[in-house]
């Protein structure tokens, strides 16, 4: 099985230029993986939307009915909805065999027992694995930033 440090690398090399953070568990139960600041645009106000968001990192392979079932504990759901009853900004990012797909937030308590069709219906960006950085990293600009 993949692991997330491998899915940690290929995400922190692909984000916009920024602050980020990969946290293990040592911040709190449920906590996401990392926390991630995008540096604004010159001339973008200082008080503008949040551009910080949290990402929960998980990855899988193979093509099992239900690929990340029981992988987003209860204690995460129960932060990814406080996070977001107050504004914050969280994402999913998940890896399967070759493909990393950019889920939002609101959609986690779904992805235990989401099949790979479904997962694919639920995200908003998909990239596969071995996309270029530009192109990655842009994506996740606008997803950000919107």
Same mark, same amino acid.
């Given at each position: 099985m993949p692991r997330e440090t491998a899915l940690w690398d290929w995400l922190r090399d692909r984000l916009p230029s920024g602050h980020a953070t990969r946290i293990e568990n040592e911040v709190g139960d449920g906590f996401p993986d990392v926390h991630y600041s995008m540096l604004r645009h010159p001339g973008e106000p200082i008080i503008s939307q949040s551009h910080s968001v949290t990402f929960e990192l998980k990855t899988k392979r193979g093509t099992k009915k239900c690929p990340f079932k029981d992988q987003v504990r209860d204690s995460q759901l129960?932060?990814?909805? +406080?996070?977001?009853?107050? *504004? *914050? +900004?969280v994402w999913l990012v998940l890896r399967l065999d070759d493909t990393v797909y950019f889920i939002p937030g609101n959609c986690a308590e779904w992805i235990n027992r989401a099949t790979p069709a479904e997962i694919l219906e639920l995200s908003d960006i998909i990239v596969k694995w071995r996309d270029k950085k530009p192109t990655v990293s842009s994506q996740i600009y606008r997803m950000i930033s919107d």
């Open positions: 129960k932060w990814i909805a +406080r996070e977001i009853e107050v *504004g *914050g +900004r």
